[in-house]
């Protein structure tokens, strides 16, 4: 088990920037693949972004990519999701999590590390 902790989220106008982070506790980070989700009011909880252990290898949701970008510092045990161009329906909790392995991954069943959630919020 690994400890996360997120935070950056907020309100911010459409079109607006944010930055979450998410910081691990232990030694173990970079073996760690890591991934963001999201869950909006009566929705189910979606793939954002996940990126390999290294930082090499990314994946994103059809519905982020070109507007998100994922990064890590395993030195910092952190993990970064840059969101530009928000939209109103970006306006969810935004979860971090991490499983052990090295290849990215788009299925939550895959991960057994959950932070605690960080509201973004996108106004119109």
């Known amino acids: 088990q690994v400890p996360l902790v997120e935070s950056g989220g907020g309100l911010v106008q459409a079109g607006g920037s944010l930055r979450l982070s998410c910081t691990a506790s232990?030694?173990?980070?970079?073996?760690?693949?890591m991934g963001w989700f999201r869950q909006a009011p009566g929705k189910d909880r979606e793939f954002v972004a996940s990126?390999?252990?290294?930082?090499?290898?990314?994946e994103y949701a059809a519905s982020v990519k070109e507007r998100f970008t994922i990064s890590r510092d395993n030195a910092k045990n952190t993990v970064w999701l840059q969101m530009n161009s928000l939209k109103p329906e970006d306006t969810a909790v935004y979860y971090c999590?991490?499983?052990?392995?090295?290849?990215?991954?788009?299925?939550?069943?895959?991960?057994?590390?959950w932070g605690q959630g960080t509201q973004v919020t996108v106004s119109s």
């Open positions: 999590a991490a499983r052990q392995g090295w290849s990215t991954s788009r299925n939550l069943n895959t991960y057994n590390n």
């Open positions: 232990g030694r173990t980070f970079s073996s760690y693949v």
């Open positions: 990126i390999g252990n290294t930082g090499v290898s990314t």
